[in-house]
């Protein structure tokens, strides 16, 4: 078994060489299992030292000049060449026992796609709430944060990957295709609940709670509209670290 683990990342040199310890840590799972595994970084247009750190970290780098995440871990994707992709956000860090987790669903052969819930990394009790319901609306809708998506290969690629309409969301419509694929083939897609990923709350601390709820409100009532639009979405673009 071969894993490709894609990280999409523009100007992260503050989170990226700790996220890709983490990740290097937590492989140690899949080494004993006799798996083999890639580390793939897409510098999506970065201006900081982001593609340098992961050289450094020995990731191979491959450049996306959009600058849009969906594009980027798209990119990512074209450079894998594992039997299963695993996209982690630059600022997120998986623990080995979430690896086996995946590993073991992988091993199971029911599944094919996924996810897990996640946990912030520091916030108020406002922050852990809302962390809260996502846990939940995720897997009720069996929907997966992008900081950690698990997919076969050749189903990523079936279904057209991630959609280079959408600045934002693109995960949502990504499991919607998923969901529909693994129903014709008879497998699950699965949210795993064990061991969260641990991801940053730094929007938090960057964005002030009228921002974010401004650009919430903003989709609701233009129906998602804004979620094509890269300036609407400017908290995942405007560089602000």
């Known amino acids: 078994m071969r894993i490709s683990i894609v990280i999409p990342a523009f100007n992260e040199e503050k989170l990226l060489r700790a996220s890709l310890e983490a990740i290097r840590s937590a492989t140690g799972v899949l080494d004993e299992r006799g798996w ?18 992961a050289k450094e970290e020995g990731a191979i780098v491959v450049f996306e000049p959009v600058n849009q995440i969906g594009r980027a871990r798209n990119r990512g ?19 080995g026992a979430l690896l086996a987790d995946v590993a073991d669903e992988i091993e199971g052969g029911r599944s094919l796609a996924g996810g897990s819930t996640v946990r912030m990394d520091d916030g108020g009790f406002a922050l852990q709430l809302v962390n809260g319901i996502w846990n939940g609306i ?33 995960e949502l419509d990504l499991f919607g295709r998923l969901k529909r694929l693994a129903k014709r083939r008879k497998k699950r897609v699965v949210i795993l609940t064990d061991h969260p990923m641990m991801t940053s709350a730094r929007k938090v601390k960057l964005y002030s709670p009228g921002e974010l709820l401004g650009i919430l409100v903003k989709t609701f009532f233009c129906f998602g509209r804004p979620l094509r639009s890269k300036e609407a979405c400017h908290m995942w673009y405007d560089g602000r670290r």
């Not at 510098?43 to 030292?49: E, F, G």
């Open 138 to 170: 995720s897997r009720i809708m069996r929907w997966a944060a992008g900081s950690f998506i698990w997919v076969q290969a050749e189903a990523f690629r079936e279904v057209g990957g991630f959609s280079n309409e959408l600045y934002a969301s693109e």
């Open 36 to 53: 083999e595994w890639e580390l793939i970084v897409c510098d999506n247009n970065s201006t900081d030292r982001t593609p340098e750190i």
């Open 77 to 95: 994707a074209e450079a894998a060449t594992g039997d299963w992709i695993l996209f982690i956000d630059a600022d997120s860090s998986p623990c």
